[in-house]
Nanobody
Framework: QVQLVESGGGLVQAGGSLRLSCAASGRTFSTYGVGWFRQAPGKEREFVAAINLSGSQTSYADFVKGQFTISRDNAKNGALLQMNSLKPEDTAVYYC?????????????????WGQGTQVTVSS
């Protein structure tokens, strides 16, 4: 059992930065790939970024490449999403997700655990 708790969301002006954190409970966090997804009002949840178990492999949606960076610290049971140069269209609820044994994929696929989400609002 893994519980994921996101934090770090908030209101920021366009061009600003935020760093989202995903804190995981349990001793098996290192056996899960981690992903970040987001859902804007009236839209479906979409893939943002993912990282494999060791942190050696990352994957990004095209619309955030060069703008967002995903990382993880297995010793601290956590993952981060550094978001720079934020735009109003990045406004959404951001969710942390964990997939046992593999990196989460862009199509969502099998996700074993979801966090409750954290709101990110970017003003113009």
């Amino acid at each position: 059992q893994v519980q994921l708790v996101e934090s770090g969301g908030g209101l920021v002006q366009a061009g600003g930065s935020l760093r989202l954190s995903c804190a995981a409970s349990g001793r098996t966090f290192s056996t899960y790939g981690v992903g970040w997804f987001r859902q804007a009002p009236g839209k479906e949840r979409e893939f943002v970024a993912a990282i494999n178990l060791s942190g050696s492999q990352t994957s990004y949606a095209d619309f955030v490449k060069g703008q967002f960076t995903i990382s993880r610290d297995n010793a601290k049971n956590g993952a981060l999403l550094q978001m720079n140069s934020l735009k109003p269209e990045d406004t959404a609820v951001y969710y942390c997700a964990a997939r046992l044994g593999r990196i989460p994929t862009m199509n969502g696929g099998v996700i074993d655990y979801w966090g409750q989400g954290t709101q990110v609002t970017v003003s113009s």
